[in-house]
Structure formats: C-alpha cells, structure tokens
C-alpha cells in the first residue's frame, strides 16, 4: 500500500486491522549514558480542542472542529467529539497539579481563538475566555512552569470559515487582531510563543482531502492557497508581537538599547511549527530515488521553512506546479505566486525552529504522473513507505525508527540555520493501557537520538515537550487512538486521571536529566 494513504487514514486502518502493539524493547536500542545538559527544557504539550471541552461555556463560539463534529458525526471513528474531552476548561488545576508531580518546565498548550473571539473578529471580544487564560498562565507559572503559547491549533472559528476561512487572504489579517489581543492580556507574562501548529496537516487533511475540518476536497488548488495564508498569518502574528509589544521583549535598559540600534529584540520568542517526516531514499544507489527524497522534503517540511527561513516558495515546487499546470491547460500556475513584498515581509520570521516529529520515511522515484485531474500528489510524483526493519508500533502510520529524530533534526539545523530547535511533538499512540512500556522505548530511544544530535552533531536543541500530557480527543480518530503519558477515563464523568508507567518514567528522566538509571558523570 502507498504510505500516502495510511497518513490519511491512520486510525481507520488500525481499528480495521485489529493490531495489537507488539512489545518492544530497549535492548533493542543503544540508549545513550549521557545526560542532557543542564539547560535543556523539558516540557510536555496538548491542544485546546483535544483536551478542553466547555464547548458552550462561558461565551465560546463555535469551531470548525465543533461544526465537524456535530454536522456528521461519523466523520470520526467513534462518533465521540470534544464538547467535554478531557474536561480541562474546568479541570485545570488538577492538570497543573500532575505537570508540577511530572517535575516538567514548559508547558506548551493552545488558546482557543474562538473562546477569545466567538466570531473571529475583535468587536466580539469575550472577556471571560480571556481572563480564564490569564489566571491560567499565571497559575503555571506560580508553579514554575513556563508557557509556551499556541495561537492555533486548528480551531478557527465557523465564522471565518463561512467566510473562506485559509482561503480567503483576509483570515490572515483577523489572525493578526486575534493575536494582538492575546499578546495584549498575556504577553506580560508569555516569552514563548508558537504561531500556527502542523499548517500542512490543516491544508492537506482539511483543505485538500476533506478528512479533516472544515473538509474540503481541493487537493490540487486550495492546499496551496492554504498554505500561503496560513504563512501570511504567521508572519503577521510576529511582527505584531516584535513590532507593537517591545516591553514584552525585556527590561529597560535593554529595550532602550535597541531602540538606539533601530534592531527588534528577540528575548520574547515566536515561530511556526511544522510537521515533518525524516525521509531517506528507499535506494541509495539509485539517483532518481536520491532526487525524490528531496523533492519529498521540499514538498513538506520546504513547502512551509523555505519562505520563512529562506525566501518564497522551494524552487522545486515553483517549477513543477508551473509546468504541469501549463501542461493541465491553465492560464496560470495552481501555486500562488508570492509579491517581493511578501516575500520580504516573511522571511525571517522566527526565533526557533518548532519541530514536531513522529516518523521516518523511505521514499522512491515514480514515473512522471499522467497529465489529468490536478494533485498535489502528482505535483510531487514521489512513493513514500516504511522498511521491513523497522519496527512497526501500532499497525498504522508510526514506526519505531528512533534514529529518524536525529536524522531530521541535523537536516532542518543544516537546510535552515535556525538559532535553536524546540521538539514541541513527539510521541507514541497506543491502546488503552496504563502499563505502557511500548511507549516508553518509543520516547527514551528518540529522546536518545536526540541527545546524540545535541552532543555529536553539534545542534541546538533546546526543549521537548513530549505528546501528550494527557489522552485526548485524536481528531478524526477521536478516542481510539491514546497519546497520553496520562490516562483519561473519557467513561467518567470526572474525567479521572492515572499516570501510566510512561509517566512516572518522564518524571524520573525529567529530574535526572538521564535516559537510562544510571549515567556518565
């Protein structure tokens, strides 16, 4: 099968296959004795829809994911939604309470902008969303765990999406005001902040495949004019944040300084985060399978680092999706061209490179595909799949391939230049189990990987807040699929948690900042 479609349809195909989860081993794997250095961050991650619920309280509008969900609900694998989840709206002292026990010092999570704006726009502004995040932030960090703010995780508000939603240019510039207002309540207290989370995953499964919301099926046009809004949003959100908010960035004297230098100061961070695979030609013989596994990356992690980190659009895509569109009869090519302004006004927005990484890929070259219907898939004319070695975790889309982490973190700190990395997702899906060893090998043999990029290759890594915190609504696969390195017992109506082994696991590594149970001095 073409892995494309087990990563469009993960949960789908493990729940009809059945698979159990093979246990694994951390024999199996050579587990680092260093240990992290002492400033490395460790922190753990969710997102609002996924774990908060309170659907109607307190003012919240409606999300494309609430629409979703409540419109069909067979759109998800258990017909589940997430007007409660894991209840966190109401529920967050107790999750602040566990990441206090868990010892961790970053605590990545998302803010509704619909709980902040039920419309999208600023004249519906509700107060009670923003002040429940303020008595968040500043509870957390009472705790002595920063934040590390997500201005979105996929649920844009069902106005803007009537309105064309990604598609419509105008989303960027409410984006814009959405997060001037957040920066205006939190920024006093947030130096971390993310912009927008996994857009790829928005465009492809929202926009172009219709698995997700607000499931649209325009995969050989409107995936892209996606992507160049959702970049635009990015981009605005920081240049608000270093342009309106410099007494954010630091003290006096030093905002003073910068004042003089005419420079923007970057002690409060932001950035996109993408989703990205480690991809290594299925033959590496073979040139042609060579080409495609860079065509592969262009077309994915490229496709959204190329204009932030380097300038408009990869090369390579610019000169495929013109040449099959003219091919297709158009007048002009499907790939939105960026203005020099535009480009300008992207580049280089950013402060770290947010990476969230879950898999490794074999890729090998196609024949050029035949001239029809327009893809995204034939733009790219690469065949990704896993090796027969690596070991499978759950039957669908992850594989236990630890090195790929490394892999991957070496090819963004090469291709890109960030100034630093932060691992802002990675985890293991499993069933329903609190006795979760399986998950543990995934993250120590990773965290592994990851240390010997930092120590051997020279990258700068600086955090990982691992996925999840907490089990929580997976999407499409609703609540089939568990992350968490918490359980949740969605049959509950307290939503009770159980730290699974996994956990008390993280806590031990988080204090010792040691994969293993004794370390090199």
């Known amino acids: 099968m073409n892995y494309a479609t087990v990563l469009v349809f993960p949960c789908l195909l493990a729940v009809a296959a059945g698979v159990a989860l093979p246990q694994l081993s951390a024999q199996e794997f050579n587990i680092s004795t260093k240990k992290f250095p ?28 609430d629409h979703f969900v409540h419109t069909d609900p067979d759109r998800i694998d258990d017909h589940s939604n997430g007007d ?11 999750d602040i309470d566990i990441l206090k026990d ?19 726009y600023v004249d519906s502004l509700n107060q009670a969303g923003v002040d429940y995040y303020v008595e968040f932030v500043k509870a957390l960090l009472e705790a002595d765990i920063e934040p590390l703010i997500t201005l979105y995780h996929w649920d844009l508000p069902q106005a ?54 607000p499931a649209l099926k325009l995969i050989g046009d409107g995936i892209y004019q996606c992507a160049r809004v959702q ?12 342009d309106e908010f410099p007494e954010f960035d630091g003290e006096f004297l030093m905002i003073l300084f910068f004042k003089l230098l005419n420079v923007k100061n970057f002690l409060a961070k932001i950035s996109l985060v993408i989703d990205a695979t480690f991809n290594e030609p299925l033959n590496p013989n073979s040139d042609d399978d060579i080409e495609a596994t860079e065509r592969e990356y262009q077309f994915n992690l490229g496709w959204y680092a190329h204009p932030v980190y380097i300038g408009d659009w990869p090369q390579v895509m610019i000169d495929r999706i013109a040449n099959r569109s003219e091919l297709e009869g158009l007048n002009a090519t499907r790939l939105p061209p960026w203005s020099e302004e535009e480009i300008n006004f992207v580049k280089g927005t950013h402060d770290y490179f947010g990476l969230n990484m879950y898999n490794g890929l074999a890729v090998n070259a196609v024949p050029e595909p035949e001239i029809g219907t327009p893809s995204y898939y034939s733009d790219k004319a690469t065949q990704t799949s896993v090796r027969d070695e690596w070991t499978p975790s759950i ?16 090819y963004v700190w090469n291709n890109y230049n960030p100034r630093e990395i932060y691992i802002t997702e990675n985890g293991l899906s499993t069933n329903d189990e609190l006795h979760d060893e399986s998950r543990i090998v995934y993250l120590q043999a990773h965290l592994s990987n990851a240390l010997d990029a930092i120590l051997e290759d020279g990258v700068q890594v ?29 049959e509950s109506p307290n939503r009770t948690r159980t730290w ?18 004794t370390c090199d001095e």
């Not at 594989?399 to 973190?409: E, S």
């Not at 699974?500 to 149970?517: F, G, N, P």
């Open 38 to 65: 002492s400033t490395f961050r460790w922190g753990a991650a969710t997102a609002a829809y996924q774990i908060e619920g309170g659907w109607e309280q307190d003012g919240k509008g409606e999300s494309i994911w």
């Open 84 to 94: 409660i989840a894991c209840d966190s709206y109401n529920k967050w002292r107790e």
């Open 102 to 120: 868990l010892g961790v010092k970053l605590y990545r999570f998302s803010i509704s902008w619909d709980r902040i704006l039920p419309t999208g």
């Open 160 to 213: 803007l999406s009537e309105q064309g939603g990604w598609l419509n240019d105008s989303t960027a510039e409410r984006f814009g005001e959405y997060a001037r207002v957040v920066f205006e309540n939190l920024g006093p207290y947030v130096k971390l902040w993310a912009t927008v989370n996994e857009p790829k995953t928005t465009c492809t499964l929202g926009y172009g495949l219709g698995y997700h919301a």
């Open 231 to 242: 970049i635009l949003a990015h981009a605005t959100a920081y240049h608000i944040l270093h």
């Open 395 to 410: 039957g669908n889309w992850l594989v236990l391939y630890p090195y790929a982490l490394r892999g991957l973190l070496n």
């Open 462 to 490: 600086s955090g990982y807040t691992v996925w999840s915190l907490l089990d929580n609504f997976e999407w499409a696969c609703g609540y089939t699929r568990r992350f968490g390195i918490i359980e949740v017992d969605f």
């Open 500 to 517: 699974k082994d996994s956990a008390k696991w993280y806590q031990r590594t988080v204090k010792s900042y040691c994969l293993v149970e």
